[in-house]
């Protein structure tokens, strides 16, 4: 590869003669190029910030025109296990099949979106993952009630019902996240 190869595929310059690789070959790299750069986003933990995306930046600043550095760039924090790091060397891991197989998809999800965001160290609970698996059932023999209820209801006393099922679900599981997110503020304080 030459650098005349490089700025036909990277800054448009123009096809060089002789060439190290067919045309198709560097038409193909091209192609590559112009279909994932810009990237949309570059994602990466917050402790990276000052090597890794740092150097994210500046190596695009020197290398590309303007129209192909990076989009967007975001952080986050660490996963914890049961308010441990994860760590495979010390056995406290939990892959997100193995939680899954154990706690099932719903579950595994309710437990994810409370574990945390953002910036702060989201911290998965084996114990809020089992009780997800309760409510989650709790919730599937609701519906089945007001499905059974239904049918002998008027279409008015189903729209009623559909809306204040919702709001009540809906009211509980925000007020039950809530509280567990600010009793586990409070405690760790």
Do not use: Q
Request: proline share 5%.
């Amino acid at each position: 590869m030459t650098d005349e190869i490089w700025e036909y595929i990277f800054c448009n310059g123009p096809f060089p003669s002789p060439a190290p690789l067919p045309k198709e070959k560097a038409d193909a790299l091209k192609h590559e190029y112009e279909f994932f750069y810009p990237f949309d986003i570059r994602s990466s933990a917050k402790d990276l910030v000052p090597n890794h995306l740092t150097f994210a930046l500046y190596n695009h600043a020197a290398l590309f025109p303007e129209d192909k550095w990076p989009l967007s760039m975001r952080t986050n924090g660490h996963l914890m296990l049961n308010g441990k790091k994860m760590s495979k060397s010390t056995g406290n891991s939990l892959t997100l099949r193995e939680a899954i197989e154990k706690f099932g998809a719903d579950a595994t999800r309710l437990s994810l979106a409370d574990a945390g965001d953002g910036m702060e160290d989201a911290n998965f609970e084996e114990k809020t993952a089992n009780a997800n698996i309760l409510r989650v059932h709790t919730l599937l023999g609701w519906c089945e009630v007001g499905f059974t209820i239904s049918i002998y209801v008027s279409l008015f006393d189903l729209f009623f019902l559909r809306k204040l099922s919702t709001t009540t679900l809906t009211f509980g599981l925000v007020l039950e996240i809530t509280t567990t997110r600010s009793s586990r503020k409070r405690s760790t304080s």
